[in-house]
């Protein structure tokens, strides 16, 4: 039997330091062993979902928390119900996940912001490359969202570990892509809560 595991990956920020560019760059990286069917834990999550008037919706966890978007229009209760839904969804499901996260206060320069998001994508890939190598196969779910991130994901996982890449998907096919995007968006919100810097709506929802 082919031992295979499966790795999903989103991002937030850009790799800019001018005008309206974004104070962290942060992604999400879920790993999951596909040796472990997640039918039920996925069946549930869609139950609640149709349960709430969404069904097969895609969940985008920031407009969410801010009420933008497509759900500029749901009231409070109805917002927290969904993000509720993630939570209960997240905390049954076997898969691991690491969470990558860089201010960029401390870096003045695209080159240099890159090099140290590959340098500890590369570190993150040695300390666990006994557990990685200990599948048959390995393939990288991701959307290519931006270019530069998906250039050293190609270098560093192609350097250290054999790895099949799918750039031609869109997240909202996957409910492991709407993890990682969950995941990253609350780990931000922690940040930039314990640094006082939330902003209101951010506030009004916790």
């Not at 001018?18 to 596909?34: E, M, N, R, V």
């Not at 709430?52 to 927290?80: K, S």
């Not at 991130?149 to 997240?171: A, C, H, W, Y």
Request: aromatic share 16%; charged share 25%.
């Amino acid at each position: 039997m082919i031992e295979e595991s499966a790795f999903f990956l989103d991002e937030s920020g850009d790799f800019g330091f001018k005008g309206d560019a974004s104070d962290f760059y942060l992604f999400t990286l879920i790993l999951h062993d596909q040796a472990h069917n997640l039918s039920r834990q996925l069946e549930a999550f869609e139950n609640r979902l149709s349960t709430l008037g969404f069904p097969n919706h895609c969940i985008h966890t920031a407009p969410i928390i801010r009420n933008e978007n497509e759900y500029f229009h749901n009231a409070y209760e109805m917002r927290r119900n969904l993000i509720f839904s993630m939570r209960q969804f997240a905390r049954n499901l076997p898969v691991k996940a690491k969470t990558f996260f860089f201010d960029k206060k401390q870096w003045d320069s695209k080159d240099k912001l890159q090099a140290r998001i590959a340098r500890e994508l590369g570190e993150f890939c040695r300390e666990n490359l006994a557990y990685f190598q200990s599948y048959d196969s390995r393939v990288l779910y991701y959307d290519n969202g931006q270019s530069e991130l998906g250039s050293m994901l190609n270098t560093v996982f192609n350097t250290l570990l054999d790895m099949e890449t799918k750039r031609e998907v869109k997240p909202c096919e996957y409910r492991l892509f709407q993890l990682a995007d969950y995941i990253y968006t609350l780990e931000l919100v922690s940040i930039k809560a314990e640094r006082q810097n939330l902003s209101k709506s951010e506030k009004i929802f916790f």
